[in-house]
């Protein structure tokens, strides 16, 4: 079954730099990789996902990547802001009807 | 519009009695999915359903843990003669459920489960 990873589990940054979680899959047909935004004491929220036909996907501040040869894909947080102060997990699906695994979690904190 | 509710919020019981979880999933979605996150850990899938029927149920971690759908809306999610490594956050997901697609999951805000 699918197995799928995240790097770094913790990560610190200044407020205004940027921040990016990194992830790998394993099951080379998954073809789609949503993220979620997870504060504390709610539940998870999606913040952009990208399907296996794009190689990059940008909304406002957000940015994900995707390398299907290699199977990783990235999130990229340009400008961090207190508020991104979060746990941030990647996921992985196939397009047919199935279940989505999601990695362990990165908590990002942006200290002011 | 009203997104995925789940209750209680919170639950505490005593080691070996059942509990029951509740969830309602957006208006017109067909696909729900339970999941259980452990403190400070990632989400372990359990359970989910296209309609009221659940084609896997492959997460269930011992025959202690059901679930059920019913009209297409509300499902519960019952832990029997529970123990103390059941404690966690309980969240429930759903999703239009369009077949042949992947779409997008809505989670609700949780049942943190404590067994004391």
């Known amino acids: 079954g699918e197995n799928v990873e995240q790097h770094p589990s913790t990560l610190s940054v200044q407020e205004g730099d940027s921040a990016v979680i990194k992830c790998t899959y394993s099951d080379s047909a998954s073809n789609y990789f949503p993220w979620y935004k997870q504060e504390l004491g709610k539940g998870p929220q999606l913040i952009i996902d990208i399907r296996s036909n794009v190689g990059e996907k940008k909304d406002q501040r957000i940015a994900v990547t995707l390398n299907k040869t290699a199977k990783h894909f990235s999130l990229h947080i340009t400008e961090t802001q207190p508020e991104d102060s979060a746990v941030y997990f990647c996921?992985?699906?196939?397009?047919?009807?199935?279940?989505?695994?999601f990695g362990p979690g990165t908590s990002l904190s942006v200290i002011p | 519009g009203a997104g995925v509710s789940q209750s209680p919020s919170n639950k505490v019981t005593e080691k070996g009695k059942d509990v029951e979880l509740r969830c309602d999933p957006i208006?017109?979605?067909?696909?729900l999915y339970w999941y259980r996150q452990r403190l400070g850990q990632g989400l372990e899938f359990l359970i989910y359903f296209q309609g009221n029927s659940a084609p896997d149920k492959s997460g269930l971690p011992s025959d202690r843990f059901s679930a059920e759908r019913t009209g297409e809306s509300v499902s519960t999610l019952t832990i029997q003669r529970t123990q103390q490594e059941d404690s966690a956050v309980y969240l429930c997901?759903?999703?239009?459920?369009?077949?042949?697609?992947?779409?997008?999951?809505?989670f609700g805000p949780g049942t943190r489960l404590t067994v004391l």
């Open positions: 208006s017109g979605h067909t696909a």
């Open positions: 996921a992985a699906s196939k397009t047919s009807y199935d279940k989505v695994i």
């Open positions: 997901a759903s999703s239009l459920g369009a077949r042949g697609l992947v779409d997008t999951q809505y």
